[in-house]
């Protein structure tokens, strides 16, 4: 009896050190998942010790979870072979004091199950959740800690690693997957997710976290969609690049709409001689020389998304771009400026004068809309949502395509709880439409 009792606390400390050793083992890959690569990469610019070893292991994840494996499993049987081993040395006084035999069935059955016990729980709060909760709120800290010294452990298990890696490919080859595969990135929903979180607990401004999502989803929007339509382009008719009044329309333009940057088209109107930058023209004094101020102007297809847009604006280094459709014809103009709205959200309150006199935001009261108001700008400021189409990017060209003819005052169009009323034309353009809940259809049905 008392060489068990000699040998008792060095069972427990065993098991507590292999305890122990566990944690280390799941709190470095829960670190190192935990981590953005961003950081590690951050931390490695700063030359922090361990950044690089971190970015190494997390580049070749199938041997980092292989070595975490064969730890964590290694040290759990370890664990269980020892304590079963030892369950009866280490409750005997336990048993004879309740009045087992520790030599009996029902005294090796008890010990066993005690050690059993003690070992989960020891493990699960030691083991597993206490080191998944200090990692999970301290990742870039514990990886640069344990990044070192899981690498050499990684480097002597290094065959038995290989083995089951490549035992883990070939089962993964048996259902059809790649087993070199890349992990997928994230996609914009969840970064917007990760983001939302971020201000959830105030590691992020409401404000970022508006920008963020509409950058996310700059490649969902058209460039018709923010586009300045044709018959509102404040353009300059010329006769060529040489018409000797050009200054002067150019200057008179800039003195009623106070605009940075004008197309210059000829008569007709269907070509574009170029764009002229009246900062520009400022510093000319002879009007002979307006024509070296005409520049190549930019096109761009409609249709095409507003991240490609504006890629190649800031790649061109140009603040306005023409819109042309399938068969060349102008169809507006965008700005860099209309493309730097999207992303700051202040084309919010700067599109009162295409959208008519509206009073409210809420898709559930009347609203009175301009017919050109797009249905990019109708979500935004409204939230209503309707199909788009490769036909149609405005409220007019939707009520249009569904009534299948020109309109007349009174015409309308229900489509789902809403129903689209044209207020007035403008020849053969929708001009305004009134939008109308069925809720208030309903209630005006009851009063009269």
């Not at 994840?61 to 072979?81: P, R």
């Not at 009162?352 to 108001?373: C, E, N």
């Not at 020109?406 to 044209?422: A, K, Q």
Request: hydrophobic share 45%; with cysteine.
């Amino acid at each position: 009896m008392g060489a068990h009792t000699v040998s008792t606390p060095i069972l427990i400390t065993t098991i507590g050190l292999l305890i122990l050793l566990n944690s280390v083992f799941v709190c470095v890959e829960m670190a190192l998942v935990s981590v953005p690569r961003a950081r590690l990469k951050r931390y490695e610019k700063e030359k922090l010790p361990g950044a690089r070893t971190a970015i190494g292991l997390q580049k070749d994840i199938d041997v980092f979870f292989a070595t975490v494996q064969i730890g964590v499993t290694f040290i759990a049987t370890l664990s269980s072979a020892i304590g079963g081993a030892s369950a009866v040395d280490m409750f005997t006084p336990l048993l004879e004091k309740i009045g087992i035999s520790p030599d009996s069935a029902l005294g090796h059955i008890m010990a066993v199950l005690l050690v059993s016990v003690a070992i989960a729980y020891v493990s699960v709060v030691v083991g597993e959740l206490a080191p998944k909760s200090l990692a999970r709120r301290y990742p870039g800290k514990i990886s640069l800690l344990l990044a070192k010294p899981f690498s050499i452990i990684a480097n002597i298990f290094r065959p038995i690693v290989w083995f089951l890696t490549k035992s883990t490919r070939a089962f993964l080859r048996l259902f059809g997957f790649k087993a070199d595969q890349k992990s997928a990135s994230f996609t914009p929903e969840e970064l917007r997710m990760m983001a939302s979180e971020l201000v959830e607990s105030r590691q992020m401004t409401a404000d970022i976290y508006d920008m963020l999502v509409r950058v996310t989803r700059l490649s969902q929007i058209r460039v018709e969609d923010i586009m300045i339509p044709r018959h509102k382009i404040v353009a300059i008719k010329a006769e060529s690049k040489n018409d000797p009044l050009l200054r002067e329309r150019l200057i008179k333009a800039f003195r009623k709409y106070h605009y940075t940057y004008y197309p210059v088209v000829d008569r007709r109107g269907e070509n574009v001689l170029g764009v002229v930058n009246i900062k520009d023209l400022l510093f000319y004094d002879d009007t002979g020389k307006v024509s070296l101020l005409l520049r190549l102007p930019n096109f761009t297809a409609r249709g095409r998304p507003l991240d490609k847009v504006l890629a190649e604006m800031q790649r061109l280094d140009e603040q306005l771009s023409v819109v042309v459709d399938e068969h060349g014809i102008i169809d507006g103009i965008v700005t860099m400026e209309d493309v730097l709205e999207e992303l700051t959200g202040e084309a919010r309150s700067g599109m009162a004068a295409l959208t008519g006199d509206v009073k409210s935001a809420s898709s559930d009261r009347i609203l009175t809309v301009d017919g050109l108001i797009t249905l990019h700008e109708l979500q935004e400021q409204h939230r209503i949502i309707l199909p788009h189409s490769h036909y149609y990017s405005t409220l007019a060209g939707f009520v249009l395509d569904k009534l299948g003819k020109i309109p007349s005052p009174g015409d309308y169009v229900d489509y789902e709880n809403l129903r689209f009323e044209i207020l007035s034309m403008d020849r053969n353009r929708i001009k305004e439409l009134r939008i109308v809940p069925s809720a208030s259809l309903e209630n005006d049905a009851i009063k009269s």
